[in-house]
T-cell receptor, first 113, second 113 residues
Framework: DTGVSQNPRHKITKRGQNVTFRCDPISEHNRLYWYRQTLGQGPEFLTYFQNEAQLEKSRLLSDRFSAERPKGSFSTLEIQRTEQGDSAMYLC???????????FGSGTRLTVV | QKEVEQNSGPLSVPEGAIASLNCTYSDRGSQSFFWYRQYSGKSPELIMSIYSNGDKEDGRFTAQLNKASQYVSLLIRDSQPSDSATYLCAVSIAGGGADGLTFGKGTHLIIQP
């Protein structure tokens, strides 16, 4: 499978718990992006990495959110002390620097109860 | 603040007709423009990118860009029921979409058999 892989596909958690999502990009892609999408809205940019460096973070990314890409390959997105407003689809995407547009993974749907 | 506006629809088009989807953006510094298609419950899929004024054609799809009017459109010729989806317009300031994209809320397109 040469696509962008995200795990888990679904996550249900209780408010206040921490959750972590994983994204495995297309192997030759050195840029990796995280987005969040709620029902009826377009994806909202959260952050992106070039190799292992986190180059941009949205103001949407509160201090409860942290993302890492330790070896420039897979990435994790952690949400601490989850709130009901965190319920959304979390999308990962990857691209090459020299190409245009990017490929999204299937997403992780988070439900905070 | 970067904004991308789309009519949420639904836009209903008979099979075989031309579907016309429109998008306006607020940031005059935007350089890269993308159209993504998103089926219900699925992740967005890149279908077109455009960077300079004018038309760009790819199969049944034509993207049109007018930077002076800050307007992007997508035409789908010979519409098929399988084209029924939400179409997301996205813009980026950096060339090639290297930074985060700003998405519109999407237009829900229904192709009537």
């Amino acid at each position: 499978d040469t696509g962008v892989s995200q795990n888990p596909r679904h996550k249900i958690t209780k408010r206040g718990q921490n959750v972590t999502f994983r994204c495995d990009p297309i192997s030759e892609h050195n840029r990796l992006y995280w987005y969040r999408q709620t029902l009826g809205q377009g994806p909202e940019f959260l952050t992106y990495f070039q190799n292992e460096a986190q180059l941009e973070k949205s103001r949407l990314l509160s201090d409860r959110f942290s993302a890492e890409r330790p070896k420039g390959s897979f990435s994790t997105l952690e949400i601490q002390r989850t709130e009901q407003g965190d319920s959304a689809m979390y999308l990962c995407a990857s691209s090459l620097i020299s190409t245009y547009g990017y490929t999204f993974g299937s997403g992780t749907r988070l439900t905070v109860v | 603040q970067k904004e991308v506006e789309q009519n949420s629809g639904p836009l209903s088009v008979p099979e075989g007709a031309i579907a016309s989807l429109n998008c306006t953006y607020s940031d005059r510094g935007s350089q890269s423009f993308f159209w993504y298609r998103q089926y219900s419950g699925k992740s967005p899929e890149l279908i077109m990118s455009i960077y300079s004024n004018g038309d760009k054609e790819d199969g049944r799809f034509t993207a049109q860009l007018n930077k002076a009017s800050q307007y992007v459109s997508l035409l789908i010729r010979d519409s098929q029921p399988s084209d029924s989806a939400t179409y997301l317009c996205a813009v980026s300031i950096a060339g090639g979409g290297a930074d985060g994209l700003t998405f519109g809320k999407g237009t829900h397109l229904i192709i009537q058999p």
